[in-house]
């Protein structure tokens, strides 16, 4: 095999606060080969998820990603080479690849991908968001139509879904965004009953009249003051969906929280419940079978933010903590095909 340049974005320095381009460097190196059992991966598209930010800290549910490591992203790719592997050249899978051109990676490590439409709906709707919207919100919220569903982070890419489905199943949807132009989109083209903004000086005021009747389930994707003042509206017997807590990320000293825990959840009979969407792997088929089918017949639109270029996964990341994305924020990294 000709040699193969390997650009990749390595980790420079671990953040003490804000994350800043200062924190990663480019390099250029040489892709690997394949050993036994192993594929080598040309990365097309590249997953920007806030839980990059928390990997740089330490504290989540994977290793700390640490000074001189290539910066670790879920990837998309073509398989160029396989060595006994048993995933066929020119099939496309997800792993977690990195930020970078080419990886080497365990044939049991990377997931072959059944292409349905755009590729970029494999790390959207039909990938990794899409299904902790699924399974956050039907296993976990459990909703009832007819009840209100409040979701934060809502024109982002779970939280974009999360709306949608629930406005599906019959529920009265409301989303927490940090712009008008978003709540827009929100309200005009994905059908939600009422958006709100979560930097205006009138928020908690702002809730109380989009939710009359309170909340039954709040989707949370930021925790931080908006959980604070969802946990407020909540209704008796309301189920918090704890998915992530991005307004804590892009800091070595998360705040102290949320306000009102355990008083809120014993008066209200709250259930607050975490969950990670791994957790769901055995049924991924059951929730892409329904997303697709939503999608299919114009139900569950999807909202897609693309940034061009490896080198801009920094930015991206940094832009994606700062609320500049509207829907699934993806680095095209290289071509569909060579
Ligand atoms: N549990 C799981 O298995 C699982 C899987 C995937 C993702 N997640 C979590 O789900 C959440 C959403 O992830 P995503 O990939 O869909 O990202 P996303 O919503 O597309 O992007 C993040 C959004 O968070 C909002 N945000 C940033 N700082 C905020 C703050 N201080 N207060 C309120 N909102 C803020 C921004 O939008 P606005 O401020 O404009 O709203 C930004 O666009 C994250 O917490 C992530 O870690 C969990």
């Known amino acids: 095999m000709a040699e193969l340049t390997n650009r990749r974005i390595m980790v420079a320095a671990t953040p003490e606060g804000e994350l800043s381009e200062s924190h990663f460097r ?15 991966v040309r990365s097309v598209l590249l997953s920007i998820d806030p839980a990059n930010r928390a990997w740089l800290q330490g504290r989540t549910y994977r290793e700390q990603v640490r000074p001189g ?31 970078q051109q080419y990886a080497v990676l365990p044939a049991k490590r990377v997931a072959p991908v059944e292409v349905v439409g755009d590729l970029t709906h494999h790390l959207g709707v039909f990938g990794m968001t899409g299904l902790t919207a699924y399974f956050g919100l039907f296993d976990v919220g459990r909703p009832a139509a007819g009840e209100t569903v409040l979701v934060s982070a809502a024109a982002g890419a779970t939280g974009s879904v999360v ?10 949807v409301v989303g927490v965004t940090g712009s008008a132009a978003k709540n827009e989109v929100l309200t005009s083209r994905l059908g939600f009953d009422a958006a709100i903004d979560h930097r205006s000086p009138t928020f908690a005021d702002d809730l109380r009249e989009a939710c009359p009747n309170g909340v039954d389930v709040y989707f949370d994707n930021v925790g931080g003051p908006v959980l604070d003042a969802a946990l407020r509206r909540m209704n008796t017997h309301g189920r918090i969906v704890c998915c992530g807590v991005v307004s ?28 990670l969407v791994f957790d769901y792997a055995k049924r991924y088929a059951e929730g892409l079978a329904s997303l697709a089918e939503w999608v299919r017949n114009g139900s569950l639109i999807e909202l897609l933010d693309v940034v061009e270029g490896l080198d801009n996964a920094p930015r991206a990341l940094m832009g994606l903590l700062a609320g500049e994305n509207v829907g699934k924020r993806i680095v095209r990294v290289g071509p569909d095909r060579l």
């Open 248 to 275: 804590q990320y892009d800091t070595a000293a998360p705040a102290a929280g949320p306000d009102g825990v355990p008083g809120l959840v014993v008066t209200k009979r709250l259930r607050m419940e975490g969950f």
């Open 26 to 40: 480019a390099e250029d190196g040489v892709a690997g080969e394949p050993g036994p059992g192993e594929v080598l």
């Open 163 to 172: 709306g949608q489905l629930a406005r599906i199943h019959g529920c009265r």
């Open 69 to 99: 490591d290539v910066m670790a992203g879920l990837v998309l790719g073509e398989v160029v080479a396989e060595n006994g592997a048993g995933i066929p050249v020119g099939g496309y899978v997800t792993a977690d690849g990195g930020w």
